[in-house]
C-alpha cells in the first residue's frame, strides 16, 4: 500500500488507489519491454526511440523541435544530443530543417520511412488496445483518460525533481 494511498483512509479508495498505481505500473513495464522488442528489430537505443517520438509529436502538433528542445526532454547533454541526431539523420530517420521563418533556427523532422516503420509495429497494439475498451461506456473511457494524464503528470513531475536534485545517496550505517 502506498503511503498516499493510506493517508485517504477510505478502504475502498485505498485498495482501488493501490490497484490503479500496480496497474499503470505493470502497463509501464510492459510497454517498456515491448517498445524494446521494435528497438532491437531495428538497430535503435531507447534514447533513439524516445528521440523519434517526441519529434514526431512536436511535428504533429504544429511544434517542431530543435535540439536544445530535444535534449531538455530527454535529459541529455548538448553533445550527446547532437551525436543522437547525428545517428538518426544517417540512418535515414530524420532531418534537420531550417525554420523558413528564421534561418538560424533548425528544427527536427522524423522522415516518412520511420513513421511508416513505427506505424507498421505500432498499429496492431492499437488494434489490440481498441479491442480491449470494446463494451466500456465512452463516459468510462474519458474518465480513464484523465486520470492517465494526472499520472503521467506526476511522473514528469517526479522525474524533473529526480534531475535537479540528483542521484539519491545512500545512508552510511555505523555502528555505535
Known sequence: MTAMAEQHGVPERVAALDELIRSLQASSVES?????????????GRNDLNAIMWIAAGSQEGQPLTA?????????????TTSLIDR?????????QRDPRDRRRVTLQVRPRALQ????FFQPLGRR????????????LVIAAAVIRRMTAAIVESREAARREGPVQPKRVTDG
Request: net charge negative; proline share 4%.
Open 32 to 44: 517498456d519491454v515491448f517498445v524494446d522488442v521494435f528497438a532491437r528489430a531495428h538497430g535503435l
Open 68 to 80: 536544445g528542445e530535444l535534449a531538455a526532454r530527454l535529459g541529455l547533454g548538448a553533445p550527446a
Open 117 to 120: 516503420m513505427a506505424r507498421e
Open 129 to 140: 488496445m481498441e479491442a480491449a475498451a470494446d463494451g466500456l461506456p465512452t463516459a468510462d
Open 88 to 96: 538518426l539523420e544517417a540512418a535515414d530517420h530524420l532531418e534537420r
